[in-house]
């Protein structure tokens, strides 16, 4: 009996430890802000996308100025319901070296699964990479908002610039 008990705590433990303390996977909505290389100024996040805690994030990136780069989605078609992150940045408008932002850290939940983008002028150009990271792997250029990225580019995005058109 004994035993038994022992085994279904140790799955409990199990399953609990997988869920990071910072962010619960259902921390589907973000507001980030990052300067030009993608280091981390401020990140939000909740589980519903109209929180006041999401919508005061919001009020103080436009009240400090900030540039609005990109909101990206899980679903395609600029689709809410699977989650969204909306990128701003700290180094005031794009130029043509932009703003970079790599799936590592807090971002790590979000690789691998970007199926669409809205982008917000003059800040238009988006390189979109295969592996966080790495400049040298497949990427591809998008001028403009997304609303699919097709099937073979579908959910594979671990790494972004977004930039002036060159
Ligand atoms: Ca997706
Ligand atoms: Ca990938």
Known sequence: MKKAVFALL??????????PASAGPADDFCVGVTDESGQRTKLT???????????????????????DLITWYNDAGW???????????????????????????????WRNKISSWRVWAPCDSVMSYDVAGVESSASRRDNGSVWYVG??????IEMFRVSLRP
């Open 79 to 109: 689709s809410t319901a699977g989650g969204w992150y909306e990128w701003w940045g700290t180094a005031g408008p794009c130029d043509r070296e932009g703003y970079k932002t790599t799936m590592t850290g807090d971002q790590t939940v």
């Open 151 to 156: 099937d073979d580019w579908n959910d594979t």
């Open 10 to 19: 140790g799955c409990v433990i199990a399953v609990g430890s997988s869920t």
């Open 45 to 67: 996040c909740d589980v519903k996308p109209d929180s006041g805690k999401l919508k005061a994030a919001r009020a103080e990136a436009i009240a400090a100025n900030r540039q």
